[in-house]
């Protein structure tokens, strides 16, 4: 059998044509179709919002502007994926796939086990590349951390110069009547790989400087992360990209500081070192935490460790469930918080961390009813990322140290003036500083003369957050006092538990192409 004569590129969460192995290796072969495919039943599906498909469509009209720079056009086809390629096969004859290695949910996996069984049928031969730090069939933790280092080592693939098209014209696709998209939203940001590049770059130019100091509170997080999550979740930009290019950022400050004690010449500190090292971590984390739904694809619906199924109740209270989904909980910080993300569709990790641990120790609500609601209320949602940290968050995973966020006390420490809070929770505009983190101090008459009458404006407080957590503590205690959770447990962190890397100065010198300096990963 002859080697067919075209290739499909099978666009999925790598909306990009730089550092994409699939394009450019099918470009070398002969003539490409570069493909996406809108499923419904993914559209649908209860972890995906409106935002996303927005995001998607910027993602793939910049994705079809740069593909035309190269000679060809990205053709748009909405149904199932078998049934997409069954077509093509149909209409072009024989093809290659290739595409990139997916760690999604439920719905995606199920998705390529058929396309691999239709492919096996069809006798079409599918080429999967991975795309970031996770591996497939891993069979231990052990030396991951370095497996990981050295894949962002590999020198990044350019576009191709020039892609042959099957389709001889494409007419521009309607990519806001395909995806079913609704208009615009301000609030968001853009998709594509061109902004995924300008953010990069205004990241390390200007804005994560202080990274490290900045990153907790939401007054200073929006501008000081580097904000790429979305970019990342749907590959507009690798992540290979974004570590050489931070290891790059951090060579040349470390070359300025040393010729500045050369020359015994003041050296003023504009970006810490410190900043990109937290950055980099955070990125190695990125992947980490995917690799725990590649190992095990039920936790999106398990918890880690099986002795804590039933821990909270089945059927959650509604009340409070709704209450903690739009932002009136009568906890001024966590109100803000939720108001804030259900407007920008992001919010910084420690206020993540936060709502989750209100809905999941305070609220005593189960992960599994809350896990959708922030699937489609973050724009970067991360299946991966996703599942592994609410599960994190809520003590499941049965490993790590329960974390039981204070929402008085986080609001006091990364809102010390109100201004988050007066600015998303209005009702609690006139309140003074020193009361709005708990604006039941408040005497009735003080209430009465500022116009915020509690119960009324704003809600009292759903819970007594020290009672509740009280109770939630000796609940875990009697828990992990049982043997089976100690077995399983033990289990959970030989799979999935960090490793130290013990030679990681020896093996984190980046290997530099052109003009890349070399920096160790530390």
């Known amino acids: 059998m002859s080697d067919p004569a075209y290739s499909i590129v099978w666009f999925k969460r790598d909306l990009r044509v730089h550092d994409h192995r699939p394009l450019f290796e099918a470009s ?39 593909l035309r720079k190269l000679g060809t056009a990205l053709v748009v086809h909405e149904g199932t994926a078998t049934e997409v390629f069954q077509s093509l096969l149909k209409s072009i004859g024989p093809f290659r796939l290739f595409s990139h290695e997916e760690t999604g949910n439920a719905l995606t996996f199920r998705r390529d086990r058929d396309v691999a069984a ?17 591996i497939r069939r891993l069979t231990t933790r052990d030396g991951w951390a370095d497996r990981w280092h050295e894949r962002m080592k590999v020198e990044q693939i350019s576009a191709p110069k020039h ?7 494409q007419s521009p696709t309607d990519f806001p009547k395909v995806l079913r998209t609704p208009p615009a939203n301000p609030s968001l940001q853009a998709g594509g790989e061109t902004p995924a590049n300008k953010c990069l770059a205004s990241f390390l130019q200007e804005r994560g400087r202080a990274y490290h100091k900045e990153m907790s509170s939401p007054l200073t997080a929006d501008t000081s992360c580097s904000r790429l999550s979305p970019y990342l979740a749907y590959g507009c930009i690798s992540m290979k990209t974004v570590v050489q290019s931070t290891w790059t950022k951090a060579a040349h400050l470390r070359e300025q500081k040393a010729a500045a004690k050369a020359e015994k010449t003041p050296y003023h500190e504009r970006y810490s070192l410190m900043a990109l090292r937290s950055f980099l971590s955070r990125c190695h984390w990125h992947c980490h ?37 739009t932002g009136h909980t009568g906890y001024p910080f966590v109100d803000a918080c939720i108001r804030y993300l259900n407007t920008h569709k992001w919010i910084n990790f420690r206020m993540r961390a936060m709502l989750v641990s209100f809905a999941a120790y305070d609220l005593w609500i189960d992960w599994r009813h809350f896990k959708d609601h922030l699937a489609r209320a973050f724009l970067d949602y991360e299946p991966g990322i996703h599942y592994s940290q609410i599960q994190m968050q809520s003590g499941t995973t049965g490993i790590n140290t329960l974390r039981i966020y204070n929402p008085i006390k986080q609001g006091r420490d990364q809102d010390p003036r109100g201004i988050f809070i007066k600015r998303w929770v209005p009702e609690l505009a006139a309140i003074p500083a020193e009361h709005v983190h708990e604006p039941w ?29 009280r109770k939630a503590r000796v609940k875990f205690k009697a828990l992990r006092a049982l043997p089976e959770f100690k077995e399983h447990a033990d289990a959970v962190k030989q799979k999935h538990g960090s490793r130290k890397v013990s030679n990681r100065k020896k093996t984190s010198q980046t290997p530099r192409s052109k003009s890349q300096l070399q920096l160790p990963f530390q």
């Not at 096996?120 to 996770?134: A, L, S």
């Open 28 to 66: 070398r072969l002969g003539p490409v179709l570069p493909l996406y495919i809108v499923e419904p039943i993914l559209l649908d599906s209860n972890d995906i919002a409106p935002c996303h498909g927005s995001f998607i469509n910027d993602s793939l009209r910049d994705l079809d502007t740069s």
């Open 441 to 469: 101090t408040l005497s009735q008459t003080q209430q009465k003369k500022l116009s915020c009458l509690l119960g009324k404006h704003y809600p009292l407080p759903i819970i007594d957050h020290a009672e509740a957590i």
């Open 289 to 325: 935490f995917i690799q725990k739904l590649e190992d095990q694809p039920s936790i999106e619906f398990k918890p880690f460790n099986p002795a804590l199924e039933g821990l909270r109740r089945l059927e959650p209270n509604h009340a409070f469930l709704e209450a903690w989904q």
């Open 163 to 169: 892609i042959a098209p099957i389709l001889k014209s």
């Open 118 to 134: 239709w492919t096996k049928t069809q006798r079409i031969q599918w080429i999967e590349y991975p795309q970031n730090g996770v």
